[in-house]
T-cell receptor, first 111, second 112 residues
Framework: GQQVMQIPQYQHVQEGEDFTTYCNSSTTLSNIQWYKQRPGGHPVFLIQLVKSGEVKKQKRLTFQFGEAKKNSSLHITATQTTDVGTYFCAGPWDTGNQFYFGTGTSLTVIP | SQTIHQWPATLVQPVGSPLSLECTVEGTSNPNLYWYRQAAGRGLQLLFYSIGIDQISSEVPQNLSASRPQDRQFILSSKKLLLSDSGFYLC???????????FGPGTRLTVT
């Protein structure tokens, strides 16, 4: 079964509204990475968090790594049409060389 | 700066035909290389991972194989394609194992 789940699977928001996607792993991760994939494109690396409880910001995007290093979130403030795409979390298991991408959250921003 | 190339961009192949997809990286040495497959509207599945020439790990049993004949070249192959091999194939590289990865433009494969 899926090792890294993301919710929601789809999200439609009005431009200007906030958006959050949640990532949950069945196993502790040594780090968590976030990627954005525009429709028809390839995933683009956004950020990596390594420390338990770490929070990082990139302009309107806020990323958080859970204390137990099994979950993470991405929050976008005041969405814009340029934020459209699918957001994936990903990370290697702390116990070995297994690496999983999350199931992804597809964001649609309505102008 | 580093660049990653993949070709072809799109490919339509009949069932039972062979496959060869190539990925090359420029601007870095000894990269970690990855092959992923993405089914339509789905997430990414790691197929192969390589830490060096001729050092390849397979993450899932399948109809595909990978080779790394040169430091910055990664090839995905199949002897006989199946319908289920259709998908978006992405190559990626990283400087450190399983850390931030940079993806190529991908190959959209349709097996008919």
């Amino acid at each position: 079964g899926q090792q890294v789940m993301q919710i929601p699977q789809y999200q439609h928001v009005q431009e200007g509204e906030d958006f959050t996607t949640y990532c949950n792993s069945s196993t502790t991760l040594s780090n968590i990475q976030w990627y954005k994939q525009r429709p028809g494109g390839h995933p683009v690396f956004l950020i990596q968090l390594v420390k338990s409880g770490e929070v990082k910001k990139q302009k309107r995007l806020t990323f958080q790594f859970g204390e137990a290093k099994k979950n993470s979130s991405l929050h976008i403030t005041a969405t814009q049409t340029t934020d459209v795409g699918t957001y994936f979390c990903a990370g290697p298991w702390d116990t070995g060389n297994q690496f999983y991408f999350g199931t992804g959250t597809s964001l649609t921003v309505i102008p | 700066s580093q660049t990653i190339h993949q070709w072809p961009a799109t490919l339509v192949q009949p069932v039972g035909s062979p496959l060869s997809l190539e990925c090359t990286v420029e601007g870095t040495s000894n990269p970690n290389l990855y092959w992923y497959r993405q089914a339509a509207g789905r997430g990414l599945q790691l197929l192969f991972y390589s830490i060096g020439i001729d050092q390849i790990s397979s993450e899932v049993p399948q109809n595909l194989s990978a080779s790394r004949p040169q430091d910055r070249q990664f090839i995905l192959s199949s002897k006989k394609l199946l319908l289920s091999d259709s998908g978006f194939y992405l190559c990626a590289w990283s400087g450190t194992s399983y850390y931030e990865q940079y993806f190529g433009p991908g190959t959209r494969l349709t097996v008919t």
